[in-house]
């Protein structure tokens, strides 16, 4: 099992920039993406930013420009940059960890989420 704790949500007004962060432990691959994704009310659960075993990124176009997704392997922990925030933002965000063997998906985690709020 991979446990997944995430930080860094609020409420903030438009305009404004959070920072979260999702930091993984438990039976972590040695390979592994991760990734965040969120989820509004009455929406479909979407892809915000990855970032692979391999440092390539992945953005939703509608955050491309204004969020920035990193990871630092030595804490086994990923952040999302997010400026420039708009009302629309607003959403559940979940962090995603996939496991990797021979660079092939072999399972997947998911956080417990962390509500951000953008107000206008």
């Known amino acids: 099992q991979v446990q997944l704790v995430e930080s860094g949500g609020g409420s903030v007004q438009a305009g404004g920039s959070l920072r979260l962060s999702c930091a993984a432990s438990?039976?972590?691959?040695?390979?592994?993406?991760m990734g965040w994704y969120r989820q509004a009310p009455g929406n479909q659960r979407e892809l915000v930013a990855t970032?692979?075993?391999?440092?390539?990124?992945n953005y939703a176009d509608s955050v491309k420009g204004r969020f920035d997704i990193s990871r630092d392997n030595a804490k086994n922990t990923v952040y999302l940059q997010m400026n420039s925030l708009k009302p629309e933002d607003t959403a559940v965000y979940y962090c995603?960890?996939?496991?990797?063997?021979?660079?092939?998906?072999?399972?997947?985690?998911w956080g417990q989420g962390t509500q951000v709020t953008v107000s206008s």
């Open positions: 995603n960890l996939e496991n990797l063997r021979l660079g092939v998906f072999r399972n997947n985690y």
């Open positions: 438990g039976s972590i691959a040695s390979t592994y993406n």
């Open positions: 970032v692979s075993f391999d440092a390539r990124t």
